[in-house]
């Protein structure tokens, strides 16, 4: 299963971060793939919403939530399923100590079968590469307030 991972500091508090990122009104203008968002439940864990990209719908759950520190959502479009999570650590700058920093880390797992031959196929997939750069450039400037 291909990962992509990165890491970002972002300018502000991890509450803030966070509540950037279990507002559902947001997650068109940074969560990866999604143009807009309906019928969620809930946020929390065990929450489920719908989705569209470019003209397609899918749903999604949100399978775990530990606040400012954990989300983890699963989204399935048709059969592609993707895990998302993301961890937040608090603190930045020398040694952590800066409260007003959040670091946020970001796997995408794409969960697609094909064994050693698909990994190596999806692996070097620059559209899954760039996605996870962009929601994570978009994250910062929403959460930073640019």
């Not at 930045?92 to 670091?103: I, V």
Request: aromatic content about 8%; proline content about 3%; charged content about 25%.
């Amino acid at each position: 299963m291909p990962k992509f991972e990165r890491k970002i500091e972002i300018g502000a508090s991890v509450d803030k971060v966070w509540e950037v990122m279990t507002n559902p009104q947001h997650w068109h203008e940074w969560f990866p793939g999604v143009d807009s968002i309906s019928n969620v439940t809930s946020t929390g864990e065990g929450g489920t919403f719908e989705w569209t990209d470019e003209g397609k719908s899918g749903h999604g759950t949100v399978v775990k939530a530990e606040p400012m520190k954990l989300l983890e959502i699963m989204t399935q479009m048709d059969k592609d399923k993707d895990s998302h999570v993301f961890k937040l650590h608090a603190g930045g700058g020398f040694l952590g100590l800066n409260a007003n920093e959040c670091q946020v880390e970001y796997i995408l797992d794409t969960l697609m079968g094909g064994g050693i031959l698909g990994d190596f196929i999806a692996g070097g997939n620059p559209k899954d590469a760039m996605r996870v750069d962009r929601a994570m450039r978009a994250l910062k400037k929403l959460a930073e307030g640019k």
